[in-house]
């Protein structure tokens, strides 16, 4: 299995320090459909390629079913279904984001493709308050970077759903 | 001084003498006479003392100074035990075990001083003891404490008292061969000073430097009551050496922190007496290790097995007749669960390496030096089995760390509820695995409330209906092939199945329709469901509707299962049924559709080869008929949502299994092979249905998942 870890532990911190006084926060940048989204990479422990999803029976449409990562089984859910998008074409850039919220407790995040890591400060970003119902509730804001934009996914809400539900 | 690396041991041992202090104190209210029960407490609340003082915790120190003061007098026969008494004991227990609750979560233990104990206590002391020595300063004590083991002699000095000590008929052996060799026998009797906080360590330090000279034969306390630090300021020993009195007097002097030592030649002429009192009426634990061990002294880490109070008793006997010098009591090492469970993933990755070698060999096909790979492969198969086997072992304890409470709990609740009853325990030796051990406790607890709260009734409608007037609770531990079963029962009322079904309508939980077709067994399921209490009146008790949903949830959560057996006016029976190991099991791999699951091997009974004009419909259901037992079918690609293959005529592969006395057939499309699987935990993320129970990594990389047949019966 291809694996691209992102960034260890130490890295991380080092480039935290870099930008700790510009008050920066770092996404990796995914292509979900038409639009791009940031997840913020303090909760990304892994981005691996497809691999082989195990079904599991009688849950939610949106959990895709659980895969093994280095010996370790972790749910898998379909970010597109759960925003509300067509189900996902499975192509050779697809991606599965493994996020850690959590020690021991990972979920991983099915992608169209992972585009690159953007480094926003606070002015970038428009934090926007998004109603409850809203299908846009799992965004924090938007963050703008060389013209482009970003949304920027509230995984903490996103993950609370899928708990609930 | 940092204590802080003794907090595991002192946590520990303090639950242990906790435990300890509640058993005897339990005996003490039955047999309020007997002596070697207020000695056994008068030693443990000393010892607890001891501890709490050395780690700085001040109250609990204080606290169980004061109880120790009035056993303390009901040893010196100052007064007797009187009801009243247990009670504030038992209290002061419950204070001292918020203490260690405390220090286990925040290392501090508190602020609560319990003064109203420390009153009660004291008013004992001087209600009853006169002019006894409530005010007295620790320091005194303790020294009165050292001047009673002294047997009655001056209160005041240090003295040499290794004349007390009783030697067994092998250790005078030892000791008439050791003159007959030209060598000596020296009595010592060694002081540490009072300032010194590790005890056990210069006593070992003291055994190292006489070892170097010769033999220690014999010591009072014991090498492992040294060693776990039970003791005052003082011990004694017999050592056979070559040397003369001054060497060996040297050599224990050289350890620091030793105030005084005591050493002459021993004469034997002196114990023959003692020798005999003590067969009559020396307690076991006292004379259990009298022999010298060397070897579990020179380990500072060994600990008592884990059940320290019955332990040396059962060990005392064999020992008296094996020749000294090999230690008797089990030697043990205390070690942390999370690097067990690290040592149990590492076995079970190397579980799911070899199956993928497995899987692997069986891919290249059988080439040349195919034998010998698979010889070496059946090896690894054989070993890592073996080790799986082991490391399982190793987490095993005994469930009388949990089941130990409840005697203390019935007896609570049977002053509470004004009802008299009595708790039986079986099988308290029972193994299970430590992170079932540590969960069982409440579910267990709740059964007993309920059976002590609701099962047994009040005693004058026992007597009325002819029952005996106290009622019994039992607690039944066994286990059952690849299952531990734990029974509780008790000869009470049992459950008004009626009664359930009228509350059940008046719910609105079935309908009168449903509950008229819904048999016994059905009905008492119902109790099982949240906020489902029949408790006429809600108590302190049990009542409040939470309990059996929890208990069942907690039981399912440990992958096992209640079962109730009722007998409406005889009592009832709680079964409840627990897998003895959790993380790794023997399943049969199947394909459904193109999907592969794994059936724990233990829930099957047979696999049959069905054609299909056996499958009959029985109120529109399938069934078969196999050996005269009609069986329901259950076709799992319906069950799992697989659509089905097209292989219209074909026969069917069905897979027998059993729940309890029920059975089902479930069709499934191919059948694998038997694998050992892991069993990993599918994260918090997904709720998977019920009759999935997990997944498992199989040799080629791929996820399957695990089927609960329990749940599809």
């Known amino acids: ?165 | 001084m940092d204590t802080s690396q003794y907090l595991d041991i002192f946590l520990d041992e303090s639950k242990e003498h906790l435990q300890n202090l509640s058993d005897q104190i339990m005996d003490l209210e039955q047999n309020p006479e007997n002596m070697d029960t207020v000695n056994e407490i008068f030693r443990a609340a000393h010892s607890l003392k001891g501890m709490a003082g050395t780690m700085g915790y001040k109250r609990m120190q204080t606290l169980t100074h004061d109880m120790e003061n009035v056993f303390s007098e009901v040893r010196n026969g100052t007064f007797k035990v009187q009801p009243g008494m247990i009670d504030i004991l038992f209290r002061s227990l419950d204070a001292l075990e918020e203490y260690v609750d405390n220090i286990q979560q925040t290392t501090d233990e508190g602020t609560n001083d319990n003064q109203d104990l420390i009153d009660a206590l004291n008013s004992i002391l001087k209600n009853n003891g006169e002019i006894k020595p409530v005010e007295k300063t620790q320091g005194a004590a303790k020294q009165a404490d050292t001047a009673q083991q002294a047997a009655g002699e001056g209160a005041d000095g240090k003295q040499a008292k290794w004349g007390e000590i009783k030697i067994s008929d092998t250790e005078k052996m030892l000791v008439e061969k050791a003159y007959n060799e030209g060598l000596k026998a020296y009595g010592i009797t060694v002081y540490v000073e009072e300032a010194c906080v590790l005890k056990a360590a210069r006593a070992f330090l003291v055994f190292k430097a006489l070892e170097k000279l010769g033999e220690v034969i014999v010591s009072n306390p014991t090498a492992q009551d040294i060693e776990d630090e039970k003791f005052d300021l003082t011990f004694s020993l017999i050592f056979i050496s070559g040397n003369t009195v001054d060497e060996v007097r040297a050599a224990v002097k050289s350890v620091s922190e030793i105030e005084e030592v005591f050493c002459d030649t021993y004469e034997l002429k002196a114990d023959a007496a003692a020798g005999h009192q003590e067969a009559e009426h020396e307690k076991a634990e006292e004379s259990a290790p009298e022999q010298p061990k060397p070897a579990a002294a020179a380990a500072p880490t060994a600990t008592p097995a884990p059940a320290p109070a019955s332990a040396p008793a059962a060990a005392s006997r064999p020992a008296a007749s094996k020749p000294a010098g090999k230690p008797v009591v089990n030697r043990t090492v205390r070690v942390d669960i999370e690097k067990l469970d690290n040592l149990m993933n590492l076995v079970s990755e190397l579980i799911i390496a070899k199956n993928s070698l497995i899987a692997a060999t069986a891919a290249e096909g059988k080439g040349d030096n195919g034998n010998a790979v698979n010889e070496q492969i059946e090896y690894l198969e054989s070993v890592t089995t073996n080790l799986h086997e082991s490391v399982m072992k190793v987490r095993m304890v005994p469930i009388e760390s949990v089941v130990a409470k409840f005697p203390r709990m019935i007896r609570d609740l049977s002053k509470k509820l004004g009802k008299k009853m009595e708790l039986y325990m079986t099988g308290e030796d029972t193994e299970l695995d430590r992170t079932v051990v540590d969960e069982i406790g409440d579910p267990l607890m709740h059964m007993l409330r309920n059976s002590a709260d609701h099962g047994l009734e009040p005693n004058d409608v026992r007597v009325a209906n002819g029952k005996p007037e106290v009622g019994s609770i039992f607690l039944d531990a066994y286990q059952d092939g690849n299952n531990v079963v734990i029974e509780v029962r008790d000869d009470g009322a049992g459950i008004n199945v009626e009664a359930v079904r009228q509350k059940a309508i008046e719910r609105g939980t079935v309908t009168p329709e449903q509950a008229e077709t819904m048999t016994d067994k059905e009905i008492i399921d119902l109790l099982f469901l949240p906020s489902f209490s029949t408790a006429k009146k809600v108590s302190d008790v049990s009542g409040r509707g939470v309990g059996l949903d929890v208990v069942k949830s907690k039981i399912e959560s440990l992958s096992g299962e209640v079962e109730v057996k009722n007998k409406f006016g005889e009592g009832s029976s709680w079964i409840i049924r627990l897998p003895l190991t959790l993380a790794i099991i023997q399943a049969l791999m199947v394909v459904v559709g193109d999907e592969k699951y794994a059936i724990a091997l233990g829930s099957i009974q047979t696999i049959e080869d069905v054609s299909p004009e056996e499958i009959k419909l029985v109120q529109a259901k399938e069934v078969i008929h196999i050996r005269g037992t009609v069986i329901p079918i259950i076709r799992l690609n319906n069950v799992l949502d697989i659509p089905a293959r097209n292989e219209e005529g074909q026969n069917l592969t069905v897979i027998i299994v059993k729940k309890g006395d029920k059975l089902a057939g479930l069709v499934v499309d191919e059948l694998i092979g038997q694998q050992e699987v892991v069993i990993k935990s599918m994260g918090k993320y997904i709720k998977v249905p019920k009759m999935i129970s997990g997944a498992t990594i199989l040799g080629d990389g791929e996820v399957a998942l695990i089927l609960d047949t329990n749940a599809l019966i």
């Open chain 1, 1 to 165: 299995m291809d694996e691209v870890k992102v960034m260890d532990e130490q890295q991380r911190n080092e480039s935290l320090n870099r930008h700790v006084e510009l008050d920066t926060t770092q996404f990796i940048v995914a292509q979900l459909g038409g639009e791009q989204y940031g997840i913020d990479i303090k909760y990304i422990s892994n981005i691996i390629r497809m691999s082989r999803i195990t079904r599991v029976p009688k849950v939610s449409d949106y959990i895709v079913g659980v895969i093994n990562v280095r010996g370790v089984v972790i749910p898998t859910i379909s970010l597109r279904l759960k925003m509300g998008l067509p189900e996902d074409e499975i192509t050779k850039k697809t991606r599965i984001i493994i996020l850690t919220l959590e020690q021991h407790e990972s979920i991983g995040v099915l992608v169209d493709e992972v585009k690159e890591v953007v480094t926003l400060d606070e002015e970038h970003i428009e934090r926007v308050g998004y109603e409850k119902d809203d299908k846009e509730r799992f965004l924090s804001g938007v963050g703008k970077t060389e013209g482009r934009l970003i949304s920027l996914l509230d995984i903490t809400s996103v993950l609370a759903d899928v708990m609930e539900s």
